[in-house]
T-cell receptor, first 113, second 112 residues
């Protein structure tokens, strides 16, 4: 079974600084997708960024980028120029094509002003 | 706004009761997924429907059931409720198997 591990229960970052959230996963599949979802205090689940496993290029969405290391099964999220609105729980998730999302336990990100 | 609508937003009921949670997917999305988020279990997949047919089941209790109707909305039925069923229940939809899932705002279920 696929598993997703987020080893950092909580992280803190100073406003305008950069922070990296870690995620590792375990799978024997070659075709899959990886996601980062953000869950603010409102409890909504917001898609931050996605990465297709067949793509070598790391995905980027404005201030958010990933470091995808397929061989190491690592998928970290980098948030640049952190803002107060980035404070939330961040979930790393794995998905085989046409299948359910498997989530990590989440990392709470605190942003200090 | 994700385009996925879940009702009700909050539900408070007692042990032993039965409730129905409703989900309307984004326009054009054929797949509906249900997830449960609890403090001790995290985010867990419950069940997946595609165009009215059940595709996959996860850690869904026998007391729970779901269906997807011809208009593609879905309902999750929870019966013989227990205190441990208190959780946030999310519905997510996607248009194709390889597209991201977009989540509704969830239904917070509290069992007293």
């Amino acid at each position: 079974a696929q598993t997703v591990t987020q080893s950092q229960p909580e992280m803190s970052v100073q406003e305008a600084e950069t922070v990296t959230l870690s995620c590792t996963y375990d799978t024997s599949e070659s075709d899959y997708y990886l996601f980062w979802y953000k869950q603010p205090p409102s409890r909504q689940m917001i898609l931050v960024i996605r990465q297709e496993a067949y793509k070598q290029q790391n995905a980027t969405e404005n201030r958010f980028s990933v470091n995808f290391q397929k061989a190491a099964k690592s998928f970290s999220l980098k948030i640049s120029d952190s803002q107060l609105g980035d404070a939330a729980m961040y979930f790393c998730a794995y998905r085989r094509r046409g299948n359910k999302l498997v989530f990590g336990a989440g990392t709470i990100l605190r942003v200090k002003s | 706004d994700s385009g996925v609508t879940q009702t009700p937003k909050h539900l408070i009921t007692a042990t032993g009761q039965r409730v129905t949670l409703r989900c309307s997917p984004r326009s054009g999305d054929l797949s509906v997924y249900w997830y449960q988020q609890s403090l001790d279990q995290g985010l867990q997949f419950l069940i997946h429907y595609y165009n009215g047919e059940e595709r996959a089941k996860g850690n869904i209790l026998e007391r729970f059931s779901a269906q997807q109707f011809p208009d593609l909305h879905s309902e999750l039925n929870l019966s013989s409720l227990e205190l441990g069923d208190s959780a946030l229940y999310f519905c997510a939809s996607s248009v194709e198997d390889y597209q991201p899932q977009h989540f509704g705002d969830g239904t917070r279920l509290s069992i007293l």
